[in-house]
């Protein structure tokens, strides 16, 4: 819209915080193609949309297993076989990952009273 508008492309590159390069092949693909949407490159997933929902529900049934076990147990399904790096990626891909409870230190009379004032 910028570039629509008159502006340079350094002036949009700027503005949009990206590299004049791109300010410049988007633009180009957008009067070309009338589109700027990217086509997805590269090796098409393992995992896919079907496969993630079933992962976060195995996910969800025991939340303390380890990848290992949920690979295993998504390998028995009736999908594709994967390996534990893939269901691993899948996962932090998802936002699921593990966590360890920080310790906390108990309250103390002082802290109590200090509270309380």
Known sequence: MARRLGTSITETARLVGCSRSAVVSIHAKWINDGDTSSRRQGRPRVIKEKGRRRLSRLVKQNRRQTVAQLTAQYNAGPSASVSEHTVQRTLLDMGLCSRHPTR?????????QLRIQ
């Open 104 to 112: 906390v230190p108990l309250l103390t009379k002082r802290h109590r």
